[in-house]
């Protein structure tokens, strides 16, 4: 029997959240794990003093759930997201459920929500945020010893209202995202803090994203403020930066497994910011948007163009729409990414 959707306008959801039927939480006390429970009430009871409020122990995860062609309701390699909020959780001396949790947790958490995954045919889909918050009362400059995870939900449209766009970006001098060996490379809650003031510095002047450098010596690509960064050199090979300061994102490890099936030569490497224009096209690819095609890069005065202002260019066009295809279940499913909710 088919579920019965929302009646939302899901051609026009946008990014915005609002409250579902439900999410779900789970509780790490006394060394170990609790039974997942689905909670209504959309509000956590939690201590003034805990350690998630004061000194910032907060990691999470993002990642969407589709209708395909058939009808199934899928989820996009949540097993994935488990292993790198485990290494997020270690690097900040959190516990992390084990895998077998969070992907149950993830999957409890759409199935309450089903009426709220997007039909097929609209370009929409759920997305799902999994939490994980140190929740110990403490003063003391110390780890917490008691955390909670939940996971909630929430229907979206395209990240960027205009679709699948070029966008100007500039190269952010005067802030750094996150340490030479600090938390670059999980997803803490603070690193985001950290760069919401140049971001809406750079939106003020008419930017869309904002790219930050290495920060020890200013003269390497890192990534944007809101995903990785990637390249598609004159010679057709797919190039990402190799640095110690940025999440590895599932959804640019997934497209280099797909330009490696398309022939392309896929490399990771330290990129210097001198050598912008060794690429025909630019991107920004994550969860939220997939990619995010970039038309300009402007460093120090100077606006670096790649392509059509009013198109995204062929490769990334093309890896797009394989990546789509497959979330959709338009393309086959030959690396299975895609977890079945029954």
């Known amino acids: 029997m088919e579920m019965k959707k929302k009646d939302l306008d899901w051609k ?29 009430d959309p509000y956590l009871p939690m201590h003034v003093a805990a350690n998630c409020f004061n000194y910032g122990q907060a990691c999470f995860e993002g ?45 409890l958490a759409v199935k309450e929500n089903l009426d709220y995954v ?58 750094d995202r996150a340490a030479p060996q600090g938390t670059g490379m999980t997803k803490m809650s603070g690193n985001y803090a950290a760069g919401m003031k140049p971001d809406r510095l750079i939106h003020e002047q008419g930017y869309s994203i904002g790219l930050f450098l290495d920060p020890k ?25 190799k640095s110690p300061s940025i999440l590895p994102s599932i959804t640019n490890n997934s497209l280099k497994k797909l330009a490696g099936d398309m022939g392309m030569t896929v490399a990771e490497e330290k990129i210097p910011i001198n050598d912008i224009d060794r690429f025909a096209e630019v991107g920004a690819c994550g969860t939220a948007a997939v990619i995010t095609p970039v038309y300009s890069v402007t460093y120090k005065g100077k606006e670096h163009i790649f392509g059509d202002k009013d198109a995204a260019g062929p490769t990334l066009t093309k890896l797009y729409k394989e990546f789509q295809g497959i979330q959709y279940g338009e393309i086959d499913d030959r690396h299975n990414w895609m977890t079945k909710v029954d």
Not at 12 to 31: A, C, I, P, Q, R
Request: glycine share 8%.
């Open 12 to 40: 026009n959801l946008g990014f915005n959240f609002f409250d579902t039927n439900s999410h779900v939480e789970v509780e790490y006390k006394d060394g170990r794990w609790g039974e997942i429970k689905v909670k209504k």
């Open 63 to 107: 990642i969407k759930a589709f209708t395909t062609k058939d009808g199934d309701t899928v989820i996009f390699r949540p097993e994935e997201n488990a292993k790198r909020i485990r290494k997020s959780a270690e690097r900040l001396d959190m516990k992390a459920p084990p895998v077998e949790t969070f992907v149950e947790a993830v999957k």
């Open 118 to 175: 997007p039909p097929y045919g609209y370009g929409a889909s759920l997305y799902i945020r999994p939490v994980l918050l140190g929740t110990e009362p403490q003063i003391l400059l110390t780890a917490s010893k008691t955390f909670k995870f939940f996971v909630f939900v929430i229907p979206v449209g395209p990240l960027y209202s205009k679709g699948f766009l070029p966008v100007r970006t500039v190269v952010v001098e005067d802030y």
């Open 217 to 241: 010596e200013k003269k390497y690509i890192d990534e944007f403020g809101t995903s990785n960064f990637i390249g598609i050199t004159k010679d057709s090979t797919y190039m990402t930066p």
